[in-house]
């Protein structure tokens, strides 16, 4: 197995790049995060790469298809690019255990809180994972990346309630939030 050399800032889609509008499957209602270019331009001028993890249980639900994603992550991608910042990869996960649909329908390692899509995309693209950095807006995303042995964690403030599942996380109130503090450690 090919030497971790990289590092990386795994990021959740929904409440962290974007506002979280609920199950977002088109450019017009996808709002980006104050902040999210100048963070993401930060990341990368730092060293990272950056690798978007989301769950997407609404492919699972029926609410939107895996065509639509792609386009919508498309686009978003070239919003970056414009913005002089590389995703270099995006991980989703359609399944939901009870709530997906048909071939949806199932309890899968690459739905967060398991750790399977950072796994996946740390050995696809050499990260190491020690060194790397995740940044959520649920309980499930800070799981995720301590499962995947990640111990720089941030949670930003959102909607959902911090259970106190996990400990050994940094809340915060934004992506930029996030990286601000991140950097001021480092």
């Known amino acids: 197995?090919?030497?971790?050399?990289?590092?990386?800032?795994?990021?959740?889609?929904?409440?962290?790049?974007?506002?979280?509008?609920?199950?977002?499957?088109?450019?017009?209602?996808f709002e980006f995060a104050p902040g999210v270019f100048e963070a993401c331009k930060r990341i990368v001028d730092e060293g990272y790469v950056i690798i978007v993890v989301t769950n997407q249980a609404g492919i699972g639900r029926g609410y939107y298809t895996e065509e639509k994603f792609a386009a919508l992550t498309k686009w978003m991608?070239?919003?970056?690019?414009?913005?002089?910042?590389?995703?270099?990869?995006?991980?989703?996960?359609?399944h939901h255990a009870?709530?997906?649909?048909?071939?949806?329908?199932?309890?899968c390692d690459f739905r967060k809180p398991n750790p399977g899509m950072i796994n996946a995309a740390a050995t696809k693209h050499q990260i190491d994972l020690a060194s790397s950095v995740m940044i959520g807006d649920k309980m499930s995303d800070i799981q995720a990346g301590q499962s995947a042995g990640i111990q720089h964690l941030y949670l930003v403030d959102s909607n959902y309630e911090s259970d106190g599942?996990?400990?050994?996380?940094q809340r915060c109130a934004s992506l930029f939030d996030a990286v601000t503090q991140h950097f001021k450690g480092h």
């Not at 030497?3 to 977002?24: M, S």
Request: proline fraction near 5%.
């Open 1 to 29: 197995m090919p030497e971790a050399v990289r590092k990386a800032f795994f990021l959740d889609r929904d409440g962290v790049i974007n506002i979280d509008h609920g199950y977002v499957c088109e450019p017009e209602s």
């Open 98 to 107: 009870t709530h997906g649909q048909g071939e949806y329908l199932k309890d």
């Open 77 to 94: 991608c070239e919003q970056f690019s414009q913005h002089g910042v590389a995703i270099t990869d995006v991980r989703f996960c359609p």
């Open 165 to 169: 599942v996990a400990s050994g996380y």
